[in-house]
């Protein structure tokens, strides 16, 4: 099974400081993800990629910047953290091909507080 | 606007009963729909995906069926465990690749108690 990783499980930030949220897998699959869910709302995403060295914005960006240096690692940076973007954050990487075969594998998320 | 809705917002039922939980959206196009299970405090994991009009797909317990005309989705639970309290997520995506978006609803909280 795949195996997505997230570091660290809960996070707590002061306003104004930088965040970084890493995620890792090691299936070498090629697209990655970050999603933010908040009570009441379905996950939106923030940040894709399609490979190392990719990243492209999601529905909402702002505020965040991502990093996939390599195939294994995509990181969501928050450069000036605001309570706004206190969360759950989770990453989930797919392989792209035939929806009936095509999967998603989610991390366990990060909860993030901005105090 | 929220184009993936789904009911109840929570549910509890008695272990052993059946439960269905309900999809409507408004995304297109709808090229496929997924149910995940999101136990608490834990990633979502996917339960079944349906593609064409009128699909229906079973997996073990679950099962599931979508109408693309009305653009409507349920999730049947037969003779539920506690194991099977969690959150259940319509997600609606709208290519056929990994290229399109993923419209997620908010999900329904399911309550299974002996």
């Known amino acids: 099974e795949a195996a997505v990783t997230q570091s660290p499980r809960n996070k707590v930030a002061v306003t104004g400081g930088k965040v970084t949220l890493s995620c890792n897998q090691t299936?070498?699959?090629?697209?990655m993800y970050w999603y933010r869910q908040d009570t009441g709302h379905g996950l939106r995403l923030i940040h894709y990629?399609?490979?190392?060295?990719?990243?492209e914005k999601g529905d909402i960006p702002d505020g965040y910047k991502a990093s996939r240096p390599s195939q294994e690692n995509f990181s969501l940076i928050l450069e000036l953290a605001t309570p706004s973007q206190t969360s759950v954050y989770f990453c989930?990487?797919?392989?792209?091909?035939?929806?009936?075969?095509?999967?998603?594998?989610f991390g366990h998320g990060t909860k993030l507080s901005v105090l | 606007k929220t184009q993936v809705e789904q009911s109840p917002q929570s549910l509890v039922v008695r272990q052993g009963e059946n439960c269905v939980l309900q999809?409507?959206?408004?995304?297109?196009?709808?090229?496929?729909l997924r149910w995940f299970k999101q136990d608490t405090g834990k990633g979502l994991v996917s339960l079944t995906v349906?593609?064409?009009?009128?699909d229906k797909t079973s997996n073990g317990r679950y099962s599931a069926t979508l109408d693309k005309d009305a653009k409507h989705s349920t999730l049947h639970i037969t003779a539920t465990l506690l194991d099977d309290t969690a959150t259940y997520i319509c997600?609606?995506?709208?290519?056929?690749?990994?290229?399109?978006?993923?419209?997620f609803g908010a999900g329904t909280q399911l309550i299974v108690i002996p």
């Open positions: 989930a990487s797919g392989v792209p091909g035939e929806i009936s075969n095509e999967r998603l594998f």
């Open positions: 299936n070498n699959h090629n697209n």
């Open positions: 990629s399609y490979g190392a060295g990719s990243t």
């Open positions: 999809c409507n959206y408004s995304v297109t196009p709808d090229n496929h």
């Open positions: 349906l593609v064409h009009e009128n």
């Open positions: 997600v609606v995506g709208d290519r056929g690749s990994a290229l399109g978006r993923l419209h």
